[in-house]
């Protein structure tokens, strides 16, 4: 048995991006290294914390010592999600496709024969949004992600709101930032309390952080 104020506690996480086919070789992606997320896992998980991590294809391994689900596609990460409540908290910090291609081809288009594709979109479940809205089984702490390239503050807040979820952890990333793809993160985390600014850290550091944040969340309750 392990130690640590999470000890018994339920997580859930999201991570990496999801993949929405058009054809079988072809897909559309949000960016994401799943790096974030992996070390808000890993950083659950040494608190003690029993963590189902929920990741769509990442460029990195999951971390040891999670449940791992390996997903694809919005929905399927939506039904892992449904599979893995009820949990005490749970962090989306995946970045799910918003759309998905209504009827993705099962052979692979072919290139002249038949001139430009028209694709067909629908729109994804927002699978933070839903779950931060639900009446019963929902999360006792539902911590959201937002990457924003201006107005972060702002534009968060709003997001919060609309979410329905009690923290948002939000990102600059624009370009110059350097963020997206490295190892280091500058997040503000925006709660019911305001806007709480962190300084630039690794992204290790920031998971811990969030980590020690969410367990004094849970024991204040
Ligand atoms: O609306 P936006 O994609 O910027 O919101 C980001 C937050 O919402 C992240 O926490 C992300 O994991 C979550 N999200 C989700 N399902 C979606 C879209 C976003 O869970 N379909």
């Given at each position: 048995l392990g130690n640590g104020p999470l000890v018994g506690k339920r997580v859930l996480v999201t991570s990496g991006p999801t993949h929405e086919p058009i054809d079988p070789v072809r897909y559309i992606a949000n960016r994401s290294s799943g790096a974030q997320g992996a070390a808000v896992a890993r950083a659950l998980s040494a608190l003690g914390?029993?963590?189902?991590?929920?990741?769509?294809?990442?460029?990195?391994?999951?971390?040891?010592?999670?449940?791992?689900?390996?997903?694809?596609?919005?929905?399927?990460?939506?039904?892992?999600?449904?599979?893995?409540?009820?949990?005490?908290?749970?962090?989306?910090?995946?970045?799910?496709?918003?759309?998905?291609?209504?009827?993705?081809?099962?052979?692979?288009?072919k290139k002249s024969r038949d001139g430009l594709p028209e694709l067909e979109f629908a729109e994804?479940?927002?699978?933070?949004?839903?779950?931060?809205?639900?009446?019963?089984g929902r999360p006792a702490l539902v911590v959201g992600f937002a990457a924003e390239t201006d107005n972060v503050i702002e534009h968060a807040m709003a997001k919060r709101t609309r979410k329905g979820c009690d923290w948002i952890v939000a990102n600059d990333v624009s370009p110059a930032t350097g963020i997206m793809g490295g190892s280091e993160n500058a997040v503000i985390l925006i709660s019911d309390e305001g806007a709480e600014e962190w300084p630039r850290m690794g992204k290790d550091d920031v998971a811990k952080r969030?980590?020690?944040?969410?367990?004094?969340?849970?024991?204040?309750?």
């Open positions: 914390a029993d963590v189902v991590f929920i990741t769509g294809p990442a460029d990195i391994p999951p971390p040891d010592g999670v449940s791992v689900v390996c997903v694809e596609t919005a929905q399927q990460m939506s039904d892992a999600v449904d599979a893995a409540l009820p949990v005490e908290v749970g962090v989306f910090a995946a970045a799910v496709a918003d759309w998905r291609v209504s009827s993705a081809s099962d052979k692979k288009l994804n479940p927002d699978i933070l949004k839903r779950v931060a809205h639900m009446e019963s969030l980590a020690v944040k969410i367990a004094d969340a849970l024991t204040e309750q």
